[in-house]
């Protein structure tokens, strides 16, 4: 089994952090049924809560004491998540004392595009921003263990 302290980075990539109804009367404009929205997210705001990492993080600020350095990557032209899904996940964590949290708008890029399309059509720029991250995470933890 695994520990909490094994983990020394997480990427996010366009994320979902906050489910609620604003958010899913977005996506089910977008063309995603409300039904299978709530059997993924919750069938009610207790349970959309209890599975918003947002929401979990802004009620129990001590989770922040086991969460890795985090790197938020978002498109500006993310038509499913908007961006203030990151942006306030981000600011959350930042509150709650996550050491390092960085968000990456990634300028033009859609949902798909720093993992998809970008790399389909030659663009690296993300994959290449999220490698120098991880690398650097490796490189300090390595050097922490000695």
């Not at 899913?24 to 069938?43: E, P, Y």
């Not at 809560?49 to 009620?59: C, H, K, L, Q």
């Amino acid at each position: 089994p695994w520990r909490t302290s094994e983990i020394f980075g997480f990427v996010g990539l366009g994320g979902l952090y906050h489910f609620n109804e604003i958010f899913m009367n977005h996506l089910h404009s977008k063309g995603i049924d409300l039904w299978l929205q709530r059997m993924i997210f919750g069938r009610d705001k207790a349970e959309q809560d209890s599975r918003s990492p947002t929401v979990v993080v802004r009620r129990n600020p001590a989770i922040a004491c086991v969460m890795p350095q985090t790197l938020l990557v978002h498109g500006t032209r993310d038509k499913i998540a908007p961006i203030e899904q990151s942006e306030n996940f981000g600011a959350t964590l930042s509150a709650a004392g996550v050491s390092d949290v960085r968000l990456v708008l990634r300028e033009g890029d859609g949902h798909n595009d720093p993992v998809i399309h970008g790399p389909l059509l030659g663009e690296n720029g993300a994959a290449r921003e999220i490698t120098l991250h991880v690398w650097r995470w490796c490189a300090a933890a390595t050097a922490e263990a000695g």
